[in-house]
């Protein structure tokens, strides 16, 4: 989980070089929420259950299976890019195979998505569940009021991980609901709720190890709250700066969820310091291999634009 975390970190901090280099036009970050996308795959069965996802899952898709390379292929809008063949935007992620389901950019749309995911699971007596991730700002969207209502209603294999960052965008927790934790809104859907410190890999993982083991269990739906923290602005096209105290952004830094993983396993012994130096070169060595490769794949053709985009009769 260690390698996924610095993994997830090192092709992050590439996607910004690469856009500040002109290379890649938009970027959106998932740093500083990592322990929580990683636990949450991690007690997961990737291909099995499935992951409806956020903008912000780059840790995750990775830890279930994607890689470094399928990344890039997105970030450069290629054709071999699998997560939409180029056509989505970089961090929407897509994956059959690993049951990842493309999303739309519409935010709380995936969290009705997933619930569906999760019925229909239940109605075919299939042994899977339907994870979902938003922000706290998305959890005033109606959609994601719908979604956890349905998943109350029907008792289903169903989790919605809400990352709180504190800002969307630039609006901060306190002007988006009345109250401090999301997971309280729970008891009013007749689902479990939980809040988890989304920088601690390991408590991360045993809350949502327990959650996927309810809804295995037939004892219905989860909401996690996990508490992370947001070290980038939104994306590549604003600058937090303009609205975030300097002083709230310094003590940012002292809730990086790898550096405290890390400091976890060198003081248990767990983990030797040239170890980790490895661990650092060869995720270092998968990114660089990753845009060598990505930046010279080839376009997708214009006349391929449409496939894929409405039904096609086939042959
Ligand atoms: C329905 C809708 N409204 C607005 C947007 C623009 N938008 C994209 S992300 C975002 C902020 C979401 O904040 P939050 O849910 O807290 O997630 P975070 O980005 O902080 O992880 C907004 C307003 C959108 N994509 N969809
Ligand atoms: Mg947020």
């Not at 019925?119 to 979902?132: F, I, N, Q």
């Not at 980038?232 to 790898?258: K, N």
């Not at 170890?275 to 060598?292: C, I, Y």
Request: charged fraction near 25%.
């Amino acid at each position: 989980m260690y390698r996924q975390m610095v993994l997830a970190r090192a092709v992050d901090r590439r996607m910004w070089v690469l856009n500040r280099q002109g290379k890649a036009p938009f970027v959106i970050s998932g740093q500083g929420h990592e322990a929580i996308q990683v636990a949450a795959a991690n007690a997961m069965r990737p291909g099995s259950d499935w992951l409806v996802p956020y903008y912000r899952d780059l840790a995750f898709c990775l830890a279930l299976g994607q890689t470094a390379r399928d990344f890039m292929l997105s970030v450069f809008g290629r054709a071999e890019d699998p997560n939409s063949g180029g056509r989505q935007m970089p961090s929407h992620f897509g994956s059959s195979r690993l049951r990842i389901m493309t999303k739309s950019s519409v935010v709380g749309t995936q969290i009705c998505h997933a619930a569906g995911i999760a019925y229909a699971a239940k109605v075919r007596g299939l042994d899977e569940v339907a994870v979902t991730c938003i922000g706290e700002g998305g959890t005033s969207q109606g959609d994601w009021h719908e979604g956890l209502n349905w998943a109350g209603v029907h008792r289903l294999p169903f989790i919605c991980i809400v990352q709180d960052n504190d800002y969307a965008i630039s609006v901060p927790h306190r002007l988006q609901m009345g109250i401090d934790n999301v997971a309280k809104r729970a008891v009013g859907y007749g689902i479990a709720g939980v809040t988890v410190d989304g920088g601690d890999l390991l408590a991360s993982y045993a809350a949502v190890k327990a959650a996927v083991e309810r809804a295995r269990g037939g004892d219905g739906a989860t909401l996690i709250s996990a508490k992370v923290a947001r070290f980038t602005s939104h994306s590549s096209d604003d600058d937090q700066r303009r609205y975030r105290p300097q002083a709230e952004l310094e003590a940012l830094l002292r809730r990086d969820p790898i550096e405290r993983f890390r400091g976890y396993l060198l003081d248990e012994g767990v983990m030797a310091e040239d170890v980790d130096d490895s661990v650092q070169q060869e995720a270092t060595a998968e990114v660089d291999a990753a845009v060598t490769y990505a930046e010279a794949a080839a376009s997708p053709l214009a006349e391929d634009t449409l496939r894929n985009v409405f039904a096609e009769e086939s042959a």
